[in-house]
């Protein structure tokens, strides 16, 4: 399995940024999905997920500016961010969850960088 985020950039306060990650594999329609964030010094903490059902749940942080959404016909998660802020700053990771016969699978991506700046 493989998880390839890509979207992240410099951004000025108040701007948007789209976050996509292309996840390879089989396992994607039953897995839930989720973005994370670790900015410097700080422990990566949980912004956005989604199951495979479609039921979301996002950061006290994040709420009514982030918006996470999944396609599965391209085995993608988006994160879309609205009227950011510097705090959003952080390296943001893309993880993969599901289980297949009784194991429990946990996969990550590299991170993408969003920078929140003027």
């Known amino acids: 399995v493989r998880l390839v985020e890509s979207g992240g950039g410099l951004v000025q306060p108040g701007g948007s940024l789209r976050l996509s990650c292309v996840v390879s594999g089989s396992m994607f329609s039953i897995s839930s999905m989720g973005w994370y964030r670790q900015a410097p010094g700080k422990q990566r903490e949980l912004v956005a997920d989604?199951?495979?059902?479609?039921?979301?749940d996002y950061a006290d942080s994040v709420k009514g500016r982030f918006t996470i959404s999944r396609d599965n016909a391209k085995n993608t998660v988006y994160l879309q961010m609205n009227s950011l802020k510097p705090e959003d700053t952080a390296v943001y990771y893309c993880?993969?969850?599901?289980?297949?016969?009784?194991?429990?699978?946990?996969?990550w991506g590299q991170g993408t960088q969003v920078t929140v700046s003027s």
């Open positions: 989604i199951t495979a059902g479609g039921r979301t």
């Open positions: 993880n993969q969850q599901f289980t297949f016969t009784d194991s429990p699978y946990n996969y």
